[in-house]
């Protein structure tokens, strides 16, 4: 069964003609799908090239009931964001890291990946053909899914014969609504990933066992979930959907990426910002007692950004930490804001400008 596309009834599509941003409510943008117009689609069989690839009207998808997707969860995706800069430009972060993780990805689930020019490429054609959806600047972001999946059909397991890699976006704002920090609660029950698995890619089947561990989480006040290591349950390793940072006086530690940590691109980046204004950054095991002890956490990803964490909860232990203007966390915010909103100069070369005056119709004729 070859897939096939089909236009979603919520989607209104637009021409260039149209108003210079959609019907939406920036105000009250959370971090919920919210359907645009349009989605880019390309398709290979194993061990061949992709396509050159289509933007076609958002919509459903249907693959075959057996496909490596479904059965086996042969599948990654990636999560970036475009950004409208005080200039009026449209930009990406470092879109080139997303497109090499999936590279990455797709090695170790043994799925053919589009190349880092097709995947950069896909990503600009999807925002260009949904650039109304990009909010002003201050009131959201542009989030970016592209998805690789094994859309081939398969029964016994082994890799899919035919892939594709779909890319699709969704205006959002913060991910976590509380107005001050997370009040994060290390799970000693359930574990995120172990070492030989997974949980250094971003593979699909890696978020929803976090799910009834985070749903237990919320239900108790929490905003999110901290996971420990599986050999040994002593060291932190992730929160839910981000990474972890630690600071006490000048050094600033993180887990190693080691297999079972994502190589997260915020992370990659706030890193070295950091270095820049002087402090040490340690990757290396981080154990509960350090968490405990520390002056100050925080997390950083692409949904998250970098947002302080206000209480870290062990079992019946609840400590609380520095929070607010003079944290380090606030000064890393605004640094990397800066960069991605055009407030300062981008000398680092992480962001890539979108030619926003190309219209839809370049891609659909």
Known sequence: MVPTVHPSS????????????????????????????????????QGESFSEGKIVPYGDISISPSAGILNYGQGLFEGLK??????????????????????????????????????????????????????????????????????????????????????????????????????????HTYRRAHTGGTGGVKSCTNYSPVVKSLREAKSAGFSDVLFLDAATGRNIE????????????????????????LPGITRKSISELARDIGYQVQE?????????????????????????????????????????????????HVMLTNIQMGVVEDTKDWMVEINDTIGIDTFLN
């Open 10 to 45: 919520s989607s209104c599509l637009t021409s260039e003609a149209d108003e210079k941003y959609a019907n939406v409510n920036w105000e009250e943008l959370g971090f919920t799908l919210i359907p645009t117009d349009y989605m880019y689609v390309a398709k290979c069989k």
């Open 82 to 187: 475009a950004y409208r800069t005080q200039m009026g430009r449209i930009t990406l972060f470092r879109p080139e890291q997303n497109a090499l993780r999936m590279q990455m990805g797709a090695d170790r689930l043994c799925m053919t990946p589009p190349s880092v020019d097709q995947f950069v490429e896909a990503v600009k054609q999807t925002v260009i053909a949904n650039k109304k959806w990009v909010p002003p600047l201050g009131k959201g972001t542009l989030y970016i899914r592209p998805l690789l999946i094994g859309s081939g059909a398969v029964l016994g397991i082994a890799s899919a014969p035919e892939y594709m890699f779909v890319v699709y976006v969704s205006p959002v704002g913060n991910y976590h609504k509380v107005s001050s920090g997370l009040n994060l609660k290390v799970d």
């Open 238 to 261: 992730e929160v839910s959907t981000c990474n972890i940072f630690v600071v006490k006086e000048n050094i600033m530690s993180t887990p190693p990426i080691s297999g079972t940590i």
């Open 284 to 332: 290396r095991d981080v154990s509960v007692d350090e968490l405990l002890e520390a002056e100050e956490v925080f997390c950083k990803g692409t949904a998250v950004v970098v947002r302080a964490v206000e209480s870290v909860t062990f079992y019946e232990t609840k400590i609380k930490y520095i929070t607010g203007e003079n944290a380090l966390s606030t000064k890393l």
